[in-house]
């Protein structure tokens, strides 16, 4: 079974608490996998369609909304038309937008917590242009503000699909009110707002590893080769073990204590004028009103 809505993004901005509230809707079918980034993996779409399906959705048998969330399907330029061409122009597609400048020190503490990140988060804005135009594993970590430029990611999508098949949630506003943004969302995918979800979660917060051992393991390909080897006798399929490195990482996970948590309320606001020509342009694209993310106390864009 194909899907018939995708959440691609953005990164940083609520997806995975989105995938741990909709996988609670019988009517909605997730793999087991969040995020199969067969889309954006060059590898796994070269494998065709009927691997997508039979990997990741052989299980789906009778689901009135079948999909899947990888934001990362929202960055990379080449996924908008490869969506198209393999499950064309009436999928839906839910994007996920949080305030840019935030989102963009989310992203940095991820690759920080991983150990991929050594500058500071100044350094690494400065460096930002060069590292990502070294190769995808730079362009996937270390765009802390190529990513916030949502106009243009979205723009991209409306080559190939309606507008009317995409829906628009501000992270802001998910927060605040999940009851009602689950039951907006759950009208767009046409299921039973009549369900009882758990919402009082959190899911994938800041913070970073109680054992630095446990994160090399789990993030560094080349460490503990023979243990990670002798590893395939219990988890034999790769949806195993990418679950399994997930629970690892998701226990592993302490307070953040080394770096601040929230970002400066200076670097905030100038982040924000590099965004603002691109927020303004998002919001006649979406049609909502994005003031809270140019709050005059919280940044002021210079004319």
Not at 118 to 137: M, P, Q, Y
Not at 173 to 182: A, G, M, Q
Not at 209 to 237: A, E, M, Q, S, V
């Amino acid at each position: 079974m194909k899907p018939n809505f995708l959440c691609v993004g953005a990164q940083k901005s609520g997806t995975t608490t989105l995938h741990d509230l909709l996988i609670q809707h019988p009517d909605i079918y997730l793999p087991t996998v969040k995020e199969t980034k067969f889309f954006q993996d060059n590898k796994k779409f070269e494998q065709g369609i009927d691997f997508y399906e039979k990997m990741y959705f052989s299980r789906c048998k009778s689901a009135k909304a079948v999909g899947e969330i990888d934001p990362e399907y929202m960055y990379f330029e080449e996924v908008p038309e490869r969506i198209y061409k393999s499950l064309g122009k009436d999928i839906k597609i839910i994007f996920m937008l949080r305030n840019p400048a935030d989102r963009a020190y989310s992203h940095y503490l991820m690759s920080y917590r991983r150990d991929y990140e050594k500058h500071s988060f100044i350094e690494a804005i400065n460096l930002e242009r060069e590292r990502i135009s070294l190769g995808d594993f730079e362009k996937n970590h270390f765009s802390y503000v190529d990513r916030g430029f949502y106009a243009k990611q979205i723009k991209r999508y409306l080559k190939y699909f309606p507008l009317e098949n995409m829906k628009f949630i501000i992270f802001e506003e998910f927060v605040k009110n999940k009851k009602s943004v689950l039951s907006d969302i759950f009208s767009f995918l046409g299921v039973s707002q009549d369900v009882d979800i758990q919402t009082d979660l959190k899911s994938n917060e800041a913070g970073e590893p109680k054992f630095k051992f446990l994160r090399d393991f789990i993030y560094k390909p080349n460490y503990f080769k023979p243990l990670k080897r002798f590893g395939r006798i219990f988890f034999p399929t790769q949806q195993s073990r990418d679950n399994f490195l997930r629970y690892l990482d998701k226990i592993n996970q302490g307070p953040l204590k080394s770096i601040p948590k929230s970002l400066a309320l200076d670097i905030r606001e100038k982040l924000i004028n590099i965004f603002f020509d691109d927020i303004k342009e998002l919001e006649n694209i979406i049609g909502i009103n994005l003031g809270i993310w140019l709050d005059d106390k919280r940044a002021v864009h210079k004319q």
